[in-house]
């Protein structure tokens, strides 16, 4: 098949979505959503975590080094589209009803509703010119108990969670399937 030069994107390069979590200085949880998310290895398995411009979630980690990454599937689609699509530093943006615990190991909070969740602390952060990398080590991880178990095979249980990934401004399933833009969904959530 024939390749065309296109204007530089990483349309058709879907990536899974995140919850990050931090606590405000006033202990109220705070949730982002983001999808610059990856991993890496160094004497065992971390995460690499972009976060481009001015944001509440890039404050609170600068100041904590600790956060929490919630993934992001099917059910809670609409709450992660709200997170995603209004203003961190809104006073009203955590004024919605959700059910959170505080992390095991780390000072962060876990959606309960999110099936697998990191406790991240930073060990090394990139600044770039408008954004930073968090190089992090992973100190927990979190799953539903029916994930814990291998009486399931793993198809069975993606297939059980449904995470959702991105690419071309739209939220996509596990299968493919377009699920809705970015910002269309959250309407079902707003406060």
């Not at 949730?31 to 610059?36: A, E, M, Q, R, Y």
């Not at 980690?61 to 689609?77: D, H, P």
């Amino acid at each position: 098949m024939k390749k065309v030069s296109v204007p530089i994107t990483n349309n058709f390069c879907p990536q899974t979505l995140f919850l990050y979590g931090t606590y405000n200085e006033d202990g109220m949880p705070n949730f982002g959503l983001f999808c610059w998310f990856s991993y890496c290895w160094d004497s065992g398995l971390g995460v690499m975590a972009c976060i481009g411009g001015d944001k509440l979630t890039k404050d609170r980690i600068r100041a904590t080094g600790v956060f929490s990454a919630n993934l992001v599937t099917e059910s809670i689609l609409p709450l992660a589209d709200y997170f995603g699509n209004t203003e961190g530093y809104s006073a009203d943006k955590m004024n919605i009803p959700i059910e959170t615990s505080k992390g095991a190991v780390l000072d962060v909070p876990i959606l309960d509703s999110s099936p697998l969740a990191f406790e991240l602390e930073v060990s090394q952060t990139i600044p770039l010119n408008d954004s930073e990398v968090y190089i992090c080590r992973i100190r927990n991880v979190q799953v539903d108990e029916e994930l814990s178990g291998e009486n399931r095979s793993v198809e069975e249980r993606i297939q059980a969670i449904a995470p959702v990934r991105t690419t071309c401004q739209t939220y996509f399933s596990w299968t493919g399937k377009a699920l809705g833009k970015w910002g269309e969904l959250m309407q079902q959530r707003k406060p």
